[in-house]
Nanobody
């Protein structure tokens, strides 16, 4: 089992920045990749970004247009999501996701409980 705990959400004005963190614990040796998803009110959960634990290859949703950056600290078993130039439409609950598989676009095995990001106009 792997436990994922997100932090860093909050309220920010449009154009501002936030950095989310996700700390993994438990059987972290089983993790192949970590990802971030988000779910806005009334919408389906969507893929945001992913990073391979070994090698660090990164993958992003097309709609981000370079505004977000995913990174990892293997020593701390933590993945980060730096979010810049935030827009009101980025308002959502952001979920950390990870696990041993390859299907990070559709979601891996383990999920965090989410952290709310609210962007005011």
């Amino acid at each position: 089992q792997v436990q994922l705990v997100e932090s860093g959400g909050g309220l920010v004005q449009a154009g501002g920045s936030l950095r989310l963190a996700c700390a993994a614990s438990g059987r972290t040796s089983s993790i192949n990749a970590m990802a971030w998803f988000r779910q806005a009110p009334g919408k389906a959960r969507e893929f945001v970004a992913a990073i391979r634990w070994s090698g660090g290859s990164k993958y992003y949703a097309d709609f981000l247009k370079g505004r977000f950056t995913i990174s990892r600290d293997n020593a701390k078993n933590t993945v980060y999501l730096q979010m810049n130039s935030l827009k009101p439409e980025d308002t959502a609950v952001y979920y950390c996701n990870g696990g041993p598989g390859e299907s990070f676009y559709s979601g891996l095995e383990y999920w965090g409980k989410g952290t709310l990001v609210t962007v005011s106009s």
